[in-house]
């Protein structure tokens, strides 16, 4: 019915001063059926979306994924001069757990398709979103930081989330966390139990 009134408004209008001049492309009409607004429509046309991103977007729009965060990450993708490509990753963002506004936020380092991989297998282990895209910051900064089973294995000694964190922002690597794991475990089978360490919460 959308698609019906749009065709059938700017087949009309050309004849009224200010009214459509041409009739809805293939792109309009797709983006419409996707459900977009025309405010958002017209975002996505001024920011010359090819065919393929069109396919992303209409994809993702599919996926429950709101209007305003699908032109968002468009517009981010061209920002870095590049067509918007990511739409499987994230979807699987989405279905692990993260918010948009935490995927807009992967999507600003620029490798959200090379860090979605990580990020879900982080959540997997029981981490909070906010601690994963922290550690996917730093590895996207280059800087030292833990691997995703390390991580479970740190958590799995009795460590939590913040305790682990803390670890993180210390530039913890996999070596050092390998040692405290050891650590732990040795203590853990002395005395039954492990001791929390770092500051109560």
Do not use: W
């Not at 468009?74 to 935490?102: Q, T, W, Y």
């Not at 936020?105 to 490798?111: F, I, V």
């Not at 670890?167 to 966390?177: E, K, L, Q, S, W």
């Amino acid at each position: 019915m959308r698609k019906l009134l749009l065709i059938l408004i700017c087949a009309i209008l050309p004849v009224i001063p200010g009214g459509c001049k041409k009739a809805p492309t293939k792109t309009d009409i797709l983006l419409d059926q996707a459900g977009l607004p025309y405010e958002r429509i017209q975002e996505l046309r001024e920011l010359k979306v090819s065919d393929m991103e069109v396919e992303e977007v209409v994809k993702l729009r599919q996926a429950g994924i709101s209007d305003a965060t699908v032109v968002a990450l468009v517009r981010e993708a061209h920002s870095r001069v590049h067509p918007f490509s990511s739409g499987n990753a994230v979807i699987n963002l989405s279905h692990a757990g993260f918010s948009e506004s935490d995927i807009l936020e992967l999507s600003a380092t620029d490798r959200i398709e090379t860090l979605s991989l990580d990020a879900v297998t982080l959540r997997l282990t029981g981490l909070s979103s906010a601690i994963v895209i922290r550690v996917l910051h730093r590895t996207a900064q280059g800087l030292p930081t833990l691997s995703g089973p390390m991580i479970g294995e740190l958590k799995n000694t009795g460590l939590s989330d913040p305790q682990i964190l803390e670890r993180i922002n210390g530039g913890m690597t996999d070596a050092v966390a390998a040692k405290e794991v050891a650590q732990r475990k040795r203590s853990r089978n002395k005395t039954g139990f492990v001791r929390h360490s770092g500051r109560a919460r």
